[in-house]
């Protein structure tokens, strides 16, 4: 476990790189093969604005990753933070610890605001605006939404006071898990059921891509799947069942529309209807 908090803390920008790009190729390929869903769209036409939004993600993460590097040196100097104020404990829970305590503040609680607050919800509305939910939805943030979740996972890694080691293996992890939930692929049911319990599976995050309430306030988690179990935000819906986009946002055309997209977080709100309807 030592060796691998000494690689993350020195992960090269290279091997980051192949990760993201390894994990769109490998997940895109699987969707050709055992697509949950077949749409009925130009697949490279649709990723483009995907793929602009994941790359304004990479800019502003690079942008801020100085105030990351100096958070997690000073919570590690200075023994702050809650890993730190336990119990002395096995090196190997002392990381599962940082990392499940970071998919709570860094994710969970980020999406869980962004859906109760109506000014971030309309931030985060493009990515929930998607109406054929592939890979290449993963990072499909708003360069709004991306500052915001940039915020939480800073003020995850000072509360938590992880070290950059398993910050850096934290958002790795992320960053696959995110690319696997939001993929077009077609597990076995009872395989992503049992998957469920401990991590988020396909099946589990694409609930909360359907188009109305309650579904689409549910299911939060980005890695693991406790979170929602334990604050009671989990809920299932048969995949069969679900439509991705947003019923207050129907404009599937608009809503491919990077100019549009872009806008979309200005526009006035307007509130999610409550009725539950499949």
Avoid: C
């Avoid at 009925?40 to 790359?55: E, G, I, Q, R, S």
């Avoid at 109305?212 to 009671?232: E, V």
């Avoid at 549009?260 to 209807?273: E, I, M, S, V």
């Amino acid at each position: 476990m030592e060796n691998i908090i000494t690689y993350f803390e020195n992960i090269p920008t290279l091997h980051r790189s192949i990760l993201l790009v390894g994990g769109i190729t490998l997940f895109w390929l699987l969707e050709g093969i055992l697509p949950l869903f077949n749409f009925k769209y130009k697949k490279w036409k649709h990723a483009l604005p995907n793929l602009f939004f994941t790359l304004t993600t990479i800019i502003i993460n690079f942008a801020l990753a100085f105030a990351l590097l100096e958070t997690a040196d000073w919570v590690t100097t200075n023994n702050f933070g809650i890993i730190n104020w336990l119990p002395e404990m096995p090196f190997w829970l002392y990381v599962v610890l940082g990392v499940l305590l970071l998919d709570f503040v860094g994710a969970y609680l980020a999406h869980f605001t962004e859906h109760k607050i109506s000014v971030l919800w309309m931030v985060h509305l493009v990515h929930h605006s998607d109406h054929e939910v592939d890979t290449t939805s993963a990072n499909r943030h708003h360069p709004l939404e991306s500052v915001i979740r940039f915020i939480f996972t800073l003020a995850g890694v000072f509360i938590i006071g992880a070290p950059i080691g398993i910050v850096m293996l934290y958002q790795s992890m992320s960053l696959i898990f995110t690319q696997f939930t939001h993929a077009n692929i077609k597990m076995p049911k009872q395989l992503d059921k049992l998957l469920s319990y401990i991590i988020v599976s396909p099946d589990m995050h694409k609930v909360h891509h359907h188009y109305k309430l309650p579904y689409t306030d549910s299911n939060y988690g980005n890695i693991f799947s406790i979170w929602d179990r334990i604050f009671g935000t989990y809920m299932h819906l048969d995949r069969t069942e679900i439509v991705y986009g947003v019923d207050t946002f129907p404009n599937a055309e608009e809503n491919a529309s990077l100019k549009h997209l872009l806008k979309q977080p200005f526009h006035k709100y307007r509130k999610p209807t409550n009725q539950i309807t499949k």
